[in-house]
């Protein structure tokens, strides 16, 4: 493994086997150089004070988008077994699968 913050062309040979991709010279080339530069730009992360930011599970806030629960009249049998391919004494049949 190269040192911290640096990509070899070797890893991302070693990367595209795994993804099974294949890269062309120029592809390696150019990746190599834009792996490099989003390791760099990663980096300085590690320049800012972080102490007093709380950790975060999401970026934005999450709220709820649950609708409110209210009661409706819903279907009959005879309406929800209307347009059913097969039914079998007032119940949808399906295919058994195993």
Same mark, same amino acid.
């Given at each position: 493994m190269a040192k911290e913050g640096i990509i070899s062309k070797k890893e991302?040979?070693?990367v595209a086997l795994l993804a099974r991709l294949y890269l062309t010279e120029e592809e390696k080339e150019r990746f190599t150089?834009? =792996?490099q530069q989003i390791l760099e730009h990663a980096g300085k992360i590690k320049e800012l004070d972080t102490s007093k930011v709380p950790p975060t599970s999401h970026v934005l806030p999450l709220r709820n988008v649950f609708r409110e629960d209210k009661s409706r009249s819903? =279907?009959?049998q005879e309406e929800a077994l209307k347009n059913a391919p097969k039914k079998e004494d007032n119940m949808f049949v399906v295919?058994?699968?195993v």
């Open positions: 991302v040979e070693h150089r834009q =792996l819903c =279907l009959t295919p058994k699968i």
